[in-house]
């Protein structure tokens, strides 16, 4: 009896996870791509300058960040796939969507501050799942990225 | 306080370096917002609650660098790195450190 209704919960979760999870992450998708091609204007790079001269008058640190769980759907598949190894895709997109957010938060803040461009942008990954006890929790793990946004002198 | 991941301020010149200064928090999971989030763990996606958490963590931890800085007598602070890191279950520390400068 215990068997089976640990079963039924485990189906139920599965389901959960297979349809808002999906749902979750189709609708993310749309939003990102909306939010990146309104931020286009602005350049983020990993370069110390623009390459474009020095015409900025003033930088100003900004930080964009975002902490993003899986859903059950993705954890057991996770599960199963390492089983034979390979690419993790369910863990995959989940990374990219955080990383990209979190991308897109930090320049949101530089066109608050007016800026054109955001230079040695840097990108940082830390898990918050991780447990001393040795037991796996849900998996979670924050995004952040940050750079030194410049304003043009106008 | 002029604050930059650069190695430089833009628009002006360092006169003098004085050397590391460094800010961190350590703060925990509220146990109300845990269990809201190992709710939101079974749909997955952004943890709110976690990210506002992280942020004002984050904030804190600037603010002491910050406080570092000023007390040295500088004015900006240059080459700012941040880091996170999971201590415990529940708890995460954010650093932030950057070298304190004085620019012109």
Redesign the interface.
Do not use: C, Q
């Given at each position: 009896m215990d068997g089976i209704i640990q079963l039924v919960v485990f189906l139920v979760?599965l389901a959960?996870?297979v349809f808002?999870?999906r749902a979750?992450?189709r609708r993310?998708y749309r939003e990102l791509a909306a939010a990146e091609d309104d931020l286009r204007d602005i350049v983020a790079s990993s370069e110390?300058g623009t390459g474009e001269g020095?015409t900025?008058?003033?930088?100003?640190?900004v930080?964009g960040?975002?902490?993003?769980?899986?859903?059950?759907f993705?954890r057991v598949a996770a599960g199963l796939k390492s089983l034979v190894g390979g690419n993790l895709r369910s863990y995959e997109t989940?990374l990219e969507r955080g990383r990209r957010?979190a991308i897109v938060r930090m320049k949101q803040q530089a066109r608050r501050l007016g800026a054109t461009h955001v230079?040695?942008?840097?990108l940082?990954t830390?898990?918050?799942?991780?447990?001393?006890?040795g037991r796996r929790?849900?998996f979670?793990a924050?995004f952040?990225a940050?750079?030194?946004a410049?304003v043009r002198i106008s | 306080m002029e604050l930059t991941t650069l190695e430089t301020v833009p628009g002006k010149t360092i006169t003098r370096h004085l050397g590391l200064v460094q800010g961190s928090t350590v703060r925990s999971k509220h146990a109300g917002k845990d269990i809201l989030a190992g709710l939101k763990n079974i749909v997955g996606g952004e943890l709110k609650s976690y990210t506002d958490l992280l942020n004002e963590s984050r904030s804190e931890a600037v603010d002491r660098m910050i406080a570092q800085a000023r007390a040295a007598g500088a004015n900006a602070i240059v080459n700012i790195r941040f880091s996170t890191s999971n201590i415990a279950a529940g708890a995460a520390e954010v650093m932030a450190y950057g070298t304190a400068v004085v620019v012109s």
């Open positions: 979760l959960i996870g808002a999870g979750n992450e993310h110390r020095d900025f008058s003033r930088g100003a640190l930080v960040s975002v902490v993003i769980a899986e859903d059950y993705k989940l957010e230079v040695n942008v840097r940082e830390a898990s918050l799942s991780e447990d001393w006890s929790p849900m979670s924050e952040i940050y750079g030194t410049l | -």
